[in-house]
C-alpha cells in the first residue's frame, strides 16, 4: 500500500507516518516546512517527504492508495484539489486511527492537560505488563517507544467488544508479571488493547467534530476539562458539551476513571465512575505530594491501602496524571506493585517540563499553549526553585481570541517575568480579523495582573535580554506550542560558552 500524508510534521501525523512505514507501507509526506525533532525522526526511519505542495511530487512513485489530509490542507492546497479532482481515497487522521488502531478494548486518555502524558505513560504500562497495545500519542517518550504502533498487518479494525465483567468492572484475562505470555502472541500489537490520546481539537477543517469522536472509547480516563480553544469551542458551555459527549460514548458496563477537576463539570449520574484525586472522597486518593529537581514522590491510597510512588519526571501535576494511570491500570486487572515499578521506569515525554540544560540557570521547555497550563507549570517550579522565574510564552490560536481574556487573570502570578516573543502568523479567515490579539494586545491583557510583562518580538534581542538580566539560580521556561524558532537552542550555546 501507497499511503501520502498531507502535513506530515506535525507529532501525531509523523508518529503515524512512522507507524506504517514501520509495517512496510510506502510512505510519503509534504509539508510547508521542516524541524527536528520531527525531520530528524522521519529521516532516521527512512520515510520520504518534502517540503511545499507538488501533487506531481505526491504521484512520482505511483497514485496513493490512501492520503492523509492533516488540519493544514486548506481548501487551495494543490495537493488536496488534486486528490478531489481524481477521486483519491482520503482520511483525516483520526479517521486513519479509527480504521486501523483501535482495538476490542480502547483506552481514550482526555482532557484539557495532561492527555500526552497520560497515554503516553498508560502505553508504557500496559508495554510493560504484557499487553502489547496499539496506541498513539501526540509526543515524543523519552523512553525507547514510538510514538504510535501499528498490528503487524493493518486493516480495517473489527467492532469493539468487551471482556467479561465482574460487579459491573471489565476484567482482563489472568496475567503474571515476568510470565513471557504476552496477551498478542504475533510479538506486535492487534490484539485487545489500544491506548489512544483523545484530542479535543476539530477533526479537520471540514469536520469540527473532536478527535476523540472516533475513538470508540470502552475504557475512559479524563484528566481535566478546563475551557481552551475559543477557536473552535466559542464558550465554555461548548467546551465541556464536547466531553460529556465523550463520556457518554462509554459503554454501560465500561471503565470511565475521572478526575475529581472534571467530575466537577461532568454528569456522571448515568453512569458508575472511578475517581481520582486529592479529596479523601475519591476512590483513589493521591496524598503527600513531595517535589523536587529530580522528580515527584507521593501516595495513593486505595481502599484502606497506601502504595508509595517516585517518579523521575517532573511536576506536581505528574503525580496527579500518575494516579489517574494507576487507577485505570488496577480497575482492568494490573497488580499495584506492577504499576509502580512500571511508573518507576517512565521518563516523560518530551516539552513536557523538559529540562534542557541545567548550568548556571536552568532552562525548560514546555507545550504549555493556554494560560491554565502556563499556571500549572509555573506553580510547579515556584515550589522547587528559589531563583527568579523567566517565562516566554506564546499561546495557541484558541488562546489568541478575545474571549479568552479573562483565563489569563493572575496565571502567571509564580512567574517574576513574562515575555511575549514575536506570536506565530496563524491564518485568518476572511472578516475574521478582529477576533485575534497580537503580542502587544497579549502584553496589556497580562500586565493587567502581573507587573512585569514584555514583549519583545525580535528574537536576538529576546535572547540577549534572557542573558543579561538571569543569574546564577534562575530559571528560563519556554511556553508554547510552537517551536521558538531555535531560540531554546541558541540559548543553550550561549550559555555554555566559556
Same mark, same amino acid.
Given at each position: 500500500?501507497?499511503?501520502?500524508?498531507?502535513?506530515?510534521?506535525?507529532?501525531?501525523?509523523?508518529?503515524?507516518?512512522?507507524?506504517?512505514?514501520?509495517?512496510?507501507?510506502?510512505? @510519503?509526506?509534504?509539508?510547508?516546512?521542516?524541524?527536528?525533532?520531527?525531520?530528524?525522526?522521519? +529521516?532516521?526511519?527512512?520515510?520520504?517527504?518534502?517540503?511545499?505542495?507538488?501533487?506531481?511530487?505526491?504521484?512520482?512513485?505511483?497514485?496513493?492508495?490512501?492520503?492523509?489530509?492533516?488540519?493544514?490542507?486548506?481548501? @487551495?492546497?494543490?495537493?488536496?484539489? #488534486?486528490?478531489? +479532482?481524481?477521486?483519491?481515497?482520503?482520511?483525516?487522521?483520526?479517521?486513519?486511527?479509527?480504521?486501523?488502531?483501535?482495538?476490542?478494548?480502547?483506552?481514550?486518555?482526555?482532557?484539557?492537560?495532561?492527555?500526552?502524558?497520560?497515554?503516553?505513560?498508560?502505553?508504557?504500562?500496559?508495554?510493560?505488563?504484557?499487553?502489547?497495545?496499539?496506541?498513539?500519542?501526540?509526543?515524543?517518550?523519552?523512553?525507547?517507544?514510538?510514538?504510535?504502533?501499528?498490528?503487524?498487518?493493518?486493516?480495517?479494525? *473489527?467492532?469493539?467488544?468487551?471482556?467479561?465483567?465482574?460487579?459491573?468492572?471489565?476484567?482482563?484475562?489472568?496475567?503474571?508479571?515476568?510470565?513471557?505470555?504476552?496477551?498478542?502472541?504475533?510479538?506486535?500489537?492487534?490484539?485487545?488493547?489500544?491506548?489512544?490520546?483523545?484530542?479535543?481539537?476539530?477533526?479537520?477543517?471540514?469536520? *469540527?467534530?473532536?478527535?476523540?469522536?472516533?475513538?470508540?472509547?470502552?475504557?475512559?480516563?479524563?484528566?481535566?476539562?478546563?475551557?481552551?480553544?475559543?477557536?473552535?469551542?466559542?464558550?465554555?458551555?461548548? #467546551?465541556?458539551?464536547?466531553?460529556?459527549?465523550?463520556?457518554?460514548?462509554?459503554?454501560?458496563?465500561?471503565?470511565?476513571?475521572?478526575?475529581?477537576?472534571?467530575?466537577?463539570?461532568?454528569?456522571?449520574?448515568?453512569?458508575?465512575?472511578?475517581?481520582?484525586?486529592?479529596?479523601?472522597?475519591?476512590?483513589?486518593?493521591?496524598?503527600?505530594?513531595?517535589?523536587?529537581?529530580?522528580?515527584?514522590?507521593?501516595?495513593?491510597?486505595?481502599?484502606?491501602?497506601?502504595?508509595?510512588?517516585?517518579?523521575?519526571?517532573?511536576?506536581?501535576?505528574?503525580?496527579?496524571? &500518575?494516579?489517574?494511570?494507576?487507577?485505570?491500570?488496577?480497575?482492568?486487572?494490573?497488580?499495584?506493585?506492577?504499576?509502580?515499578?512500571?511508573?518507576?521506569?517512565?521518563?516523560? @515525554?518530551?516539552?513536557?517540563?523538559?529540562?534542557?540544560?541545567?548550568?548556571?540557570?536552568?532552562?525548560?521547555?514546555?507545550?504549555?499553549?493556554?494560560?491554565?497550563?502556563?499556571?500549572?507549570?509555573?506553580?510547579?517550579?515556584?515550589?522547587?526553585?528559589?531563583?527568579?522565574?523567566?517565562?516566554?510564552?506564546?499561546?495557541?490560536?484558541?488562546?489568541?481570541?478575545?474571549?479568552?481574556?479573562?483565563?489569563?487573570?493572575?496565571?502567571?502570578?509564580?512567574?517574576?517575568?513574562?515575555?511575549? *516573543?514575536?506570536?506565530?502568523?496563524?491564518?485568518?479567515?476572511?472578516?475574521?480579523?478582529?477576533?485575534?490579539?497580537?503580542?502587544?494586545?497579549?502584553?496589556?491583557?497580562?500586565?493587567?495582573?502581573?507587573?512585569?510583562? #514584555?514583549?519583545?518580538?525580535?528574537?536576538?534581542?529576546?535572547?540577549?535580554?534572557?542573558?543579561?538580566?538571569?543569574?546564577?539560580?534562575?530559571?528560563?521556561?519556554?511556553?508554547?506550542?510552537?517551536?521558538?524558532?531555535?531560540? &531554546?537552542? @541558541?540559548?543553550?550555546?550561549?550559555?555554555?560558552?566559556?
Amino acid at each position: 500500500m501507497n499511503i501520502h500524508f498531507i502535513g506530515i510534521c506535525g507529532v501525531a501525523m509523523s508518529a503515524l507516518a512512522i507507524a506504517f512505514k514501520k509495517v512496510n507501507w510506502k510512505v @510519503t509526506g509534504s509539508d510547508a516546512g521542516f524541524f527536528p525533532p520531527v525531520s530528524t525522526n522521519l +529521516e532516521k526511519n527512512q520515510v520520504d517527504f518534502y517540503p511545499g505542495w507538488h501533487p506531481d511530487m505526491m504521484i512520482k512513485d505511483g497514485v496513493p492508495d490512501l492520503v492523509v489530509v492533516g488540519n493544514v490542507a486548506s481548501s @487551495t492546497n494543490p495537493e488536496w484539489l #488534486y486528490v478531489k +479532482e481524481h477521486n483519491l481515497p482520503y482520511l483525516s487522521y483520526p479517521e486513519l486511527i479509527a480504521k486501523y488502531l483501535i482495538s476490542p478494548n480502547s483506552i481514550v486518555c482526555a482532557g484539557t492537560y495532561g492527555k500526552t502524558t497520560s497515554a503516553a505513560l498508560m502505553t508504557w504500562i500496559l508495554k510493560e505488563n504484557g499487553y502489547n497495545p496499539n496506541y498513539m500519542f501526540g509526543g515524543v517518550a523519552l523512553n525507547d517507544m514510538d510514538s504510535a504502533f501499528l498490528p503487524a498487518h493493518p486493516s480495517a479494525s *473489527p467492532p469493539a467488544r468487551h471482556l467479561p465483567s465482574y460487579e459491573g468492572r471489565i476484567i482482563s484475562p489472568p496475567y503474571t508479571r515476568g510470565s513471557g505470555r504476552e496477551r498478542d502472541v504475533s510479538g506486535r500489537g492487534g490484539g485487545e488493547w489500544s491506548v489512544l490520546e483523545g484530542d479535543e481539537y476539530k477533526t479537520g477543517r471540514s469536520d *469540527p467534530r473532536p478527535k476523540f469522536v472516533h475513538y470508540s472509547p470502552t475504557h475512559l480516563l479524563l484528566t481535566s476539562v478546563v475551557w481552551d480553544h475559543a477557536d473552535v469551542y466559542p464558550t465554555e458551555e461548548s #467546551y465541556v458539551q464536547a466531553f460529556q459527549n465523550l463520556y457518554d460514548l462509554v459503554p454501560s458496563d465500561g471503565v470511565r476513571v475521572i478526575s475529581e477537576k472534571a467530575i466537577k463539570v461532568i454528569d456522571t449520574k448515568e453512569k458508575p465512575v472511578v475517581s481520582y484525586g486529592a479529596d479523601k472522597a475519591n476512590e483513589y486518593q493521591l496524598a503527600n505530594v513531595r517535589q523536587s529537581k529530580i522528580g515527584v514522590a507521593f501516595d495513593i491510597v486505595h481502599d484502606g491501602k497506601t502504595y508509595h510512588l517516585q517518579t523521575q519526571t517532573l511536576g506536581a501535576f505528574m503525580a496527579d496524571n &500518575i494516579t489517574g494511570c494507576f487507577a485505570l491500570a488496577h480497575q482492568i486487572g494490573l497488580k499495584p506493585d506492577d504499576i509502580i515499578q512500571s511508573v518507576a521506569g517512565f521518563l516523560g @515525554t518530551r516539552r513536557r517540563l523538559e529540562k534542557r540544560y541545567a548550568g548556571k540557570i536552568t532552562v525548560f521547555d514546555d507545550i504549555a499553549h493556554s494560560p491554565s497550563k502556563a499556571e500549572a507549570i509555573l506553580n510547579s517550579l515556584r515550589t522547587v526553585y528559589e531563583g527568579k522565574i523567566v517565562a516566554v510564552f506564546e499561546p495557541n490560536t484558541g488562546n489568541r481570541e478575545k474571549q479568552s481574556a479573562p483565563g489569563y487573570d493572575n496565571a502567571f502570578a509564580a512567574a517574576n517575568e513574562v515575555i511575549i *516573543p514575536r506570536l506565530t502568523k496563524i491564518k485568518i479567515s476572511p472578516g475574521d480579523g478582529e477576533r485575534s490579539v497580537d503580542g502587544p494586545d497579549l502584553k496589556k491583557i497580562i500586565e493587567k495582573t502581573h507587573p512585569r510583562v #514584555y514583549c519583545i518580538e525580535d528574537d536576538e534581542a529576546l535572547i540577549l535580554h534572557l542573558l543579561n538580566t538571569t543569574k546564577k539560580d534562575d530559571v528560563v521556561v519556554f511556553l508554547g506550542s510552537h517551536g521558538f524558532r531555535g531560540m &531554546i537552542e @541558541t540559548l543553550i550555546a550561549q550559555l555554555q560558552l566559556p
